[in-house]
Every structure is written in C-alpha cells, then in structure tokens.
C-alpha cells in the first residue's frame, strides 16, 4: 500500500508552529529543499514565500548571495543550515545577506535538523535575526 | 469487510440513561474480512463486549492501537483473547522518543494499575511498533501514520478487496490552520484518509467548544466534515463523542450539520452495535 503524498506531521507541525511565530524561520526538507518561510522571514529574505514557493537548496543557499562579516561569499557548506543538514547536527553563525528587495542585513542563523519520531530524518530548521537595522 | 462499532465515546467511558442509545463505551471498533480475518482498533471499554461476543477465540487476532491514551487501552485486560493460551495476538502501538512500546503499555500492564503484569498474559503475544511499512494481515492490508494530536498517534488505512477504512479517532487536523483545511500534503491524516469508502473521525464538538479546547487533540464535527470532503471520503462516521454529550443533543447537532451544509457524501451516527458492510465501495449498514 502507498500513502497518498502527504508531509510527516512533525513537518506539518513545524511549519504550523512557524505560521504563528514572530521569529523568522526557514524549513527544508532532507535534501535541502525550501518547503516554507514564515512572515517574519519575508521581512528579512525580501520575499513573500507566496512568490518564492519551493525552491531547491543550490537556488536559496546562493540566492541571498550569503558573505562573511568581511564581505567575502560564504559557500553553501558553510551555512548553519547546510550543516545541520549534511551534518546531522545543530549550527550557528553570523553571516551577511542580500534580500531579493536588494538590502543587505546582517543576521545570526541557528539551525538544526529535523528528527522526527523513531529517528525519522525530515529535514532541517532554522531561525534567525537581523543584528543590525 | 464488515465494521462494527464496539465503544465511540471518547475521553472517558460515560455510561447512564442519557447515552443509552450511542452507547457510553470508549474507543473499539472490530474489522473482519471475508476470510474471517478479525483487527481490533483501539482497546478501550468497548472491547470487552466484543470479546463476549467471539463464538470461539480464532488463531489470530491483531489489536491496533491508535495511542496509549487510557481511553485506548483500558479494555486491553478484559479481552478474553489475551488470557487464552496459544492464541497469537499481535499488539500494534506507537513507541515514544524515549520508550519503546513494551515499556508504554506495561504501565498500564502492571500493578498498581492493573494486578496482571504484560508479560504474564497467556496467549502468543507479539508486540509491533508503528508507523512501520503496510502490514499484510490476512486479506487486509494496513497502512499508519502519525497525525496531530497530543503523544504519539497514528491512524489506520486498512484495505481490502472490498473497499478502504479510514480510522483516525483522536485527531485534530485543524490545529494552527485558521482557514482550514489548508491544501492535502500539508493537512494531518490525508495520506490516510484519501478516497477512503468510510471515514470514521474524530468529532468530539461543536465549533464554540472547540474554540476553548484548541490544542486538545480533537475535533469538531464541522471540522471533521470539512476534512472528510478534502480526502473525497465516500461515507463520514463522527466518533470520538464528548462524554457529556446525551444521545439528543448527538442527533440534533448531526441533524443540524447536514441540513446546513449538504454534504455530498453520507454522514452516518456512529452509535455502538452499528455495523457497517463494505462491498465494492458501497457502505450498508444495519442501523
């Protein structure tokens, strides 16, 4: 028997969670793929997530054209998120972006990955803030 | 397949003069195929008239549980089946992060809770933990998956020849979605609910009760019909009744709710002896 296409609830739940948070979050799924950002992300990102939709880990881990606090670009395996994902295992760092509205913000990302029950790997998790106006 | 209703109250059994006719028992629902292949889904009071009602105990019988909520399991010791020795009866139940399913259940198999210890039971008991890939019982073949409601819970697909039961009893799909249902790949129980010939669903209020009781880990009948209309079920069974709830006040919200929203599809009471026939799609029942 095969289930219908359906998320796993801890996934339907993170991102139900995040609908209600006035934190910015950011869910992927195990390969890396965008499922969902919440309002507060749309701040930061400069994009609606209406607009955005799903989006593969090679087109956000770029997009936002990611650099270090001295401007250098940071590679996709060096985000908190691409970490916790390849990984396995929760990560942090301040980093540089620029949102699709062209402005460039200073944040602090802290992810993690998304275990479900009996071990399920379901992706990956993560928060962030700006640090400065 | 034949599905007859064992107990649909929820919460707590709920037995007196005014739940006479839905009966006051908690969760249990018998399945059996054409080849006489017997699934219990969930143990609760109501499991105890079903063992009273075996002729004889048959070789197998498969108890899945939805989740260890006392409401679930209450009636595990009082099903003769599991005090029968050589009777293999496989026990199918959500572990927890932290303890398997061996470990849940024998909180409530043991003293105080109970004078018989889970290992001390005299039938050929085998315990299994889902979710896990589709179970082949018999003619049945059984899918679960986790949904939303508090601890871990699962619901059933079990298909047959006949046509597909979707049982998902403790349920709150609509948890954190203000303009439910949202699409089907993000809504709890889709995957088991999908197309299914008879839905039963938690329904345990009414809007404005639920209103005070998000995040309990149910339902509202509208909620419940709203989802049976999203998975395209071909016949809805609201279960999971509030025990405050007298048989009156059941049909006329039942009532209310059909003439107000039409369904397109057959909402049917879900009172306790109710059976109903599965049959190349088709639901009949005796009630």
Request: proline letters at 9%; hydrophobic letters at 40%.
């Amino acid at each position: 028997m095969r289930l219908m296409a359906q998320k796993a609830i801890e996934v339907i739940l993170a991102r139900q969670l995040a609908s209600y948070l006035g934190l910015p979050v950011f869910i992927v799924d195990p390969d890396g793929t965008l499922l969902f950002y919440n309002d507060p992300a749309e701040a930061i990102l400069g994009e609606r997530f209406a607009e955005t939709g799903e989006l593969p880990m090679a087109a956000w881990s770029t997009r936002f054209r990611p650099t270090d606090v001295d401007g250098s670009p940071l590679p996709p395996e060096a985000l908190p998120l691409v970490i916790a994902l390849q990984e396995r295992r929760p990560a942090h760092r301040d980093l540089f972006i620029e949102g699709l509205d062209g402005q460039r913000r200073h944040i602090e990302v802290t992810a993690f990955p998304l275990i479900g029950q009996a071990g399920r790997y379901l992706g990956g998790v993560a928060i962030f803030w700006e640090l400065s106006g | 397949m034949r599905v007859t209703i064992w107990g649909s109250r929820g919460s707590i059994a709920a037995p007196g003069p005014e739940t006479l006719r839905y009966g006051g028992n908690t969760a249990c629902v018998s399945v059996t195929g054409a080849d006489a292949t017997l699934l219990v889904l969930d143990a609760g009071t109501g499991i105890r008239r079903l063992g009273a009602s075996l002729s004889r105990i048959p070789p197998r019988i498969d108890v899945m549980l939805t989740h260890l909520h006392l409401d679930h399991i209450l009636g595990l010791g009082f099903f003769p089946p599991l005090r029968t020795p050589g009777c293999a009866v496989h026990v199918w139940g959500p572990a927890s992060a932290t303890l398997d399913l061996p470990a849940r259940l024998g909180r409530y198999l043991s003293p105080p809770l109970f004078p018989v210890f889970l290992r001390d039971l005299e039938c050929d008991l085998t315990l299994h933990e889902v979710p896990c890939p589709p179970i082949r019982v018999g003619e049945f073949t059984i899918g679960a998956d986790l949904i939303c409601h508090p601890d871990p819970t699962v619901g059933y697909r079990v298909a047959s020849p006949d046509g597909v039961l979707a049982y998902l009893t403790d349920h709150e799909p609509a948890l954190g979605v203000p303009d439910f249902p949202a699409s089907p790949e993000w809504t709890s129980g889709y995957a088991i609910a999908a197309n299914a010939d008879l839905l039963i669903h938690d329904a345990q209020y009414d809007d404005a009760e639920y209103a005070v009781r998000q995040g309990w880990g149910h339902s509202s009948l509208q909620h419940a019909l709203a989802f049976a209309q999203l998975a395209k079920a071909r016949h809805l069974v609201p279960f999971h009744l509030d025990p405050a709830h007298a048989d009156d006040e059941l049909d006329r919200r039942l009532r209310r709710l059909i003439d107000d929203r039409r369904p397109d599809f057959a909402v049917m009471a879900g009172y306790e002896g109710r059976e109903f026939v599965v049959s190349q799609g088709t639901v009949t029942t005796n009630g």
